[in-house]
């Protein structure tokens, strides 16, 4: 086995133990990359010359006998969306092409007092919008599973990349559900803390409601590690909450016995792929088995999370992006004219089709005539949803669904239908519109060989229990040590 398919905490173990160096994994996930990084193309950037002395510096601090924080000299890889000082931050966008940020995010500098080893900055969706990573200005990211299926989106390079072992973790974003599905559809773990549970500086924006940071890990003991290091208050980031951080390690416990879980039947819709449904279901029954309740819950509102979602998140993207006007930085129209077709001709090469369509719908939903009957009409149906949550999480403690209704599908075939894209988020919405913490865990494969996801939701700032459900369902089954089998073409 090579070491780069190992989770963190097992090469904790082996740095601790001297067995192995940063600089030696650092080393070798450089050469995993150059073998199946031609065919996944899960990378926008590669920063081996910073990740090399990165390396060496955990490697001192190991061979002094320091004490070592969990992630030292672990390799990780980062969504292009979150601002990394020195290293270009492109948010999958050409109009971001050149920008390299000045500072880093607030999780960036939390990392690196960690001492890991940043890999390299990974592809998504453009400005994080899409289900596919197909909206990428660069590339498209290869599902590691089948090279044929998209990864997930938007944080697809992300998710692609730590099921590649090309990363033993990343970071991602998610708005609507751009870390769980990814996850899901790649078979790795994936979660979105509590809204305000990350600090967002540094995090180029997109819904600001909604938006939040969070882990791809191997497994369920990494998550808990990772959002260890990057939870917490930030005076830089006023959404975020302040609340004490616990640590999560200790909700590593393989006991469901006394826990809740509420299964909604609004997710088990005909459009559910009926194999997706088996997985879960059979998931479910594994928690049963393991001594949780499981009973139904309603949450009616569900139905209308995907047209709340596409009403708020592009009217909050289209003030958002207000600022990439040409003007203090990112790309310019080389010859602009006046004030006024400068910004024209800068937005209209800038962005790409699906930024521009959600600076419309938004700009639309905002408008004068509208706003009543578009957004402040999200906003109630919004509430609507989030009482709903609440009303459920008075009887039970986790919320089991499917995380995407389908598996992975193939690159080009939903481009064309935008609606269709949208509807891949339709488990994914509700949470994030009630700012609740969400887990994907893999939960097995359907007859093509494609990961399932199985999606806990817990109530806000309740990560504990979701990672115990979580951790309970990893410890007693299989699924998450099913690895791809990367058909590469040779090229590596
Ligand atoms: N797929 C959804 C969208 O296109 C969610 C994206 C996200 O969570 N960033 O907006």
């Not at 960690?114 to 453009?126: A, R, Y």
């Not at 402040?376 to 009303?391: G, N, P």
């Not at 894209?421 to 865990?441: C, E, F, K």
Request: hydrophobic fraction near 40%; charge should be negative; charged fraction near 20%.
């Amino acid at each position: 086995m090579s070491i780069c398919e190992l989770t963190a905490h097992a090469l904790h173990e082996k740095l601790k133990a001297r067995e192995i160096t940063a600089q030696e994994l650092t080393e070798a996930v450089y050469e995993r990359i150059a073998e199946v990084e031609p065919d996944v193309k899960g990378y926008l950037t590669l920063t081996k010359d910073s990740a090399l002395e990165q390396a060496c510096r955990a490697d001192t601090g190991f061979q002094n006998g320091e004490e070592m924080p969990p992630l030292a000299g672990i390799p990780i890889a980062i969504k292009d969306v979150i601002c990394t000082r020195g290293v270009r931050t492109t948010c999958g966008s050409k109009i971001l092409e050149n920008f390299v940020p000045p500072y880093d995010a607030t999780v960036m500098t939390k990392l690196h007092k960690q001492g890991v080893v940043m890999i390299g900055k990974t592809n998504m969706d453009e400005f994080a919008m899409g289900s596919s990573t197909e909206n990428s200005a660069y590339q498209i990211t290869h599902n590691p599973w089948n090279l044929d299926t998209i990864p997930g989106g938007s944080s697809g390079g992300s998710a692609a990349v730590v099921s590649a072992d090309t990363a033993i973790c990343s970071l991602g974003s998610d708005t609507g559900g751009s870390i769980r599905q990814p996850a899901a559809l790649c078979g790795v773990v994936g979660m979105k803390p509590t809204y305000g549970r990350v600090s967002r500086y540094g995090l180029v924006a997109f819904a600001s409601s909604l938006d939040q940071i969070g882990p791809f890990t191997k497994d369920i003991t990494d998550c808990a590690l990772v959002l260890n290091a990057i939870c917490g208050s930030d005076a830089l980031d006023a959404t975020s909450v302040d609340v004490p951080v616990p640590d999560f390690t200790q909700s590593l416990i393989n006991d469901v016995k006394g826990l809740k879980i509420g299964v909604p039947k609004e997710y088990f819709t005909p459009a559910l792929d009926p194999e997706i449904a088996d997985s879960v279901s059979a998931a479910i029954a594994v928690l049963e088995g393991l001594g949780a309740t499981v009973e139904e819950v309603s949450l009616p509102h569900t139905e209308y999370a995907i047209a709340t979602y596409y009403i708020i998140a592009p009217a909050e993207a289209s003030a958002n992006l207000a600022r990439y006007d040409g003007v203090r930085y990112g790309y310019r129209n080389a010859n602009p004219g006046d004030l006024i077709s400068m910004y024209k001709k800068t937005r209209s090469e800038g962005f790409g089709e699906e930024v521009k369509r959600r600076i419309m719908l938004g700009t639309f939903a905002l408008s004068a005539g509208y706003q009543d009957a578009y957004y402040k009409k999200a906003q109630k149906v919004r509430t609507l949803i989030k009482s709903d949550f609440d009303a459920a999480f008075e009887k039970v403690d986790v919320i089991a669904t499917p995380t995407s209704p389908t598996p992975a599908f193939k690159i080009g075939e939903r481009t064309a239908d935008p609606l269709q894209m949208y509807l891949s988020d339709v488990m994914t919405t509700p949470a994030s519109h009630a700012g609740l913490p969400g887990i994907s865990v893999p939960c097995g494969l359907v007859k093509s060989g494609l990961p399932v996801g199985l999606q806990l939701l817990g109530a806000p700032f309740a990560e504990e229990n979701v990672l115990r459900v979580a951790y309970t369902f990893e410890q007693n089954t299989e699924h998450h040590r099913q690895k791809p089998h990367i058909q590469t073409n040779g090229v590596g």
